[in-house]
């Protein structure tokens, strides 16, 4: 089984000020993850994802996120937020070998002028 | 361009009344999911098909029931006997990591933009 938890389910931040969405999961086999944002009513758009290899990876508009195995965690993080960051985001994890997708209730991210 | 085109964007439903929404792919996935989206909950799966002429119940397939006659195509019905269906719809579709192999695994799901469906 695998699962997902996302700590946070509102994060107010000033413009230009960092933020870290944080994000744990947990699961016995190896995993692939990913963070999606979501616009009001649209549907979710690729943010960045994690395979294997460099535990930092980079995505669109300015995100990164960190994955620690020993935490089971994949925070995502941008140094300086703007305006056009307010939107609710997904941590979502497949663990190899397995169909399913599990997504975590989302973190809404409201940047404040 | 590819991608994920849902209709429609808003539907209503009467008591009793099954409807159906509508969900097409060009981008050649062999994968497709339907989720459902309620405040604070994040998204839930309700089915999905890896093949054509083939699906599997996801976490809250009760009331719900869909077909796969087309690659392209997986409609969802919601059906009379969900009694609470007003939501948001998300259909998403992927490269299928269990027909591609294990490295294929971390391609991601690409979504429609989704159908709000509310009682009358």
């Known amino acids: 089984a695998q699962s997902v938890t996302q700590l946070d389910s509102q994060v107010p931040v000033f413009e230009e000020a960092p933020v870290e969405l944080r994000c744990n999961y947990s699961?016995?086999?190896?995993?692939?993850l990913f963070w999606y944002v979501q616009y009001p009513n649209q549907g979710l758009q690729l943010l960045l994802k994690?395979?294997?290899?460099?535990?930092l990876v980079k995505g669109i508009n300015g995100f990164e996120a960190e994955f620690n195995k020993s935490q089971t965690s994949f925070h995502l993080r941008k140094p300086s937020v703007h305006i056009s960051d307010t939107a609710e985001y997904f941590c979502?994890?497949?663990?190899?070998?397995?169909?399913?997708?599990?997504f975590g209730i989302g973190t809404k991210l409201q940047v404040i002028p | 361009d590819g991608g994920i085109t849902q209709s429609p964007k808003y539907l209503f439903r009467k008591e009793g009344q099954n409807v159906t929404l509508s969900c097409e792919q060009n981008?050649?996935?062999?994968?497709m999911y339907w989720y459902r989206q309620d405040p604070g909950q994040g998204l839930r799966l309700i089915y999905y098909?890896?093949?054509?002429?083939?699906?599997q119940k996801g976490d809250i397939a009760e009331g719900y029931s869909v077909s796969r006659e087309k690659k392209e195509s997986f409609p969802l019905t919601v059906t009379s006997a969900q009694k609470n269906p007003t939501a948001f719809y998300l259909c998403?579709?992927?490269?299928?990591?269990?027909?591609?192999?294990?490295?294929?695994?971390?391609?991601?799901?690409?979504f429609g933009d989704g159908t709000r469906l509310s009682i009358l």
């Open positions: 998403a579709s992927s490269i299928d990591p269990l027909l591609q192999g294990a490295d294929d695994g971390n391609q991601p799901q690409h």
């Open positions: 699961s016995s086999v190896s995993v692939y």
């Open positions: 994690y395979l294997s290899g460099s535990t």
């Open positions: 979502a994890v497949r663990a190899g070998g397995y169909q399913k997708v599990t």
């Open positions: 981008l050649n996935h062999d994968a």
């Open positions: 098909s890896q093949i054509v002429n083939d699906f």
